[in-house]
Every structure is written in C-alpha cells, then in structure tokens.
C-alpha cells in the first residue's frame, strides 16, 4: 500500500519547544496540503503546495509556523515556540491536480500534545 | 464569507435510513464531498459531487442543488461500523475545500 505517510504519529512536546512533522504523499501526486483539526471541528486549511511551490497559505497561520518541499515529493511542516493551543491532529493530504475531481487522500495525522 | 452548514450529531438504528443535510454558501463552486471519519483516524473519501442530482454508490448516495446550495448523504441498511462523522466539504472558486465541522452519527442496535 503506498498511500500518504505521516510521520510521527504522536508527539508530545514541551511549551517553547520546536517540532518538526513529516508528509510522504502518493507518488504520482503533484499536490500536498496540511490540515489542522481539534476535537469536534473539521480540518482547517492550512497551505499546500503544487510540486514545490507553496501557492497558499492561510491568513490564520502565525509566522511560527512554516512548511517546505523542496523537491516537491515530502513534505515538512515545522511549528516554533510551540504553545498550548497548538495541540492538535496535524492532517496531510495529498491530490492529482486534474481541475477536476480532486479527491484528496489523507495520512493518519500526527497529534500533537503541547504540555 | 464562506459557510458550511451540517447538522452536529444524530442517532439512528441499526438497519434504518439516514439522511446528513449540509447547506453551504461559497465563493465560486468546483465540487461537493463527503469524507467519512471514525474517532481518531483521518477522513477517507465517500463521494463527489459537481452537477445536480443523486449519485449512488451501494449503501450511501449523494445528492446536490447547487441552486439550493444543499446536499445530502443518504446511509442504507445501517451497520454499527457507520458510527463516525461525516465531514461535508466544498471546493471553492480556489479550488479549495472548505470544511464543515462534520456530522457525528451514533447507530444504535
């Protein structure tokens, strides 16, 4: 099975600390998104890139996070100086841009626990 | 703005009929879908939806009104493994996918 691969799956992180997460999307998939979602919400849109460009970015997106990939195949998405309201599942997804249907097909997610 | 509409929880019976209402109002419209996703896990893909009517896909169904700005998830025969939510999300004029908060179904014996 080569679906998308997120690694880790858990982190557990001190407040102030820097973590770094890890996408690896469906090969043959040109987009990858990074999603962040909290008990009983949907996922909140928070970039993707097409290859490796970063074509968006959400408004709502503090500059202690960043995200790259840089030869437009993995992903990583790093949050400094974490705070507690960071705690949250970190949601990659990946797509075959067709400007149709583009089902995107999610990872397990990292949950992060800020203490 | 852009909102996502769907109900926060329901409850239905083992082997009943259940219909997830989701209304939405979007800048532009590429597309609806439903995810499905069990407690803890991510959300997998159930259906799309771009042209107005039902689409049919064994014990779940889909329909649009694009005019209406309204969807629904039909569940047949209801098996106890359907407990989760059910995420209604849009693909905007972006081509974006904007999320609802999501359904949570409970399925009673």
């Known amino acids: 099975d080569t679906g998308v691969s997120q690694n880790p799956r858990h982190k557990i992180t001190k407040r102030g600390q820097n973590v770094t997460f890890r996408c690896d999307p469906i090969?043959?998939?040109?987009?990858l998104y990074w999603y962040r979602q909290t008990l009983g919400q949907g996922p909140e849109f928070l970039t993707y890139?097409?290859?490796?460009?970063?074509?968006?970015k959400s408004r709502l997106l503090s500059d202690r996070f960043s995200a790259e990939r840089p030869k437009g195949s993995f992903s990583t998405l790093e949050i400094q100086r974490t705070e507690q309201g960071d705690s949250a599942m970190y949601l990659c997804?990946?797509?075959?841009?067709?400007?149709?249907?583009?089902?995107?097909?999610f990872g397990p997610g990292t949950r992060l626990t800020v203490t | 703005g852009q909102n996502i509409d769907q109900p926060t929880e329901m409850t239905a019976t083992e082997g009943a009929i259940v219909q997830i209402n989701c209304t939405y109002q979007?800048?532009?419209?590429?597309?609806l879908f439903w995810y499905q996703q069990h407690a803890g896990e991510a959300p997998t893909f159930l259906s799309y939806?771009?042209l107005d009517g039902l689409e049919e896909k064994g014990r779940f169904s889909s329909f649009l009104s694009r005019s209406k700005g309204y969807s629904y998830l039909l569940l047949k025969e209801l098996q106890m493994k359907d407990s989760a939510s059910y995420l209604c999300a849009v693909m905007d004029s972006n081509y974006q996918l904007i999320w609802g908060a999501g359904t949570k179904l409970i399925i009673k014996p």
């Open positions: 890139f097409q290859n490796e460009a970063q074509l968006e």
């Open positions: 939806n771009v």
């Open positions: 090969s043959e998939h040109n987009r």
């Open positions: 997804a990946s797509s075959s841009w067709t400007g149709g249907d583009n089902e995107q097909y």
């Open positions: 979007t800048s532009g419209f590429n597309g």
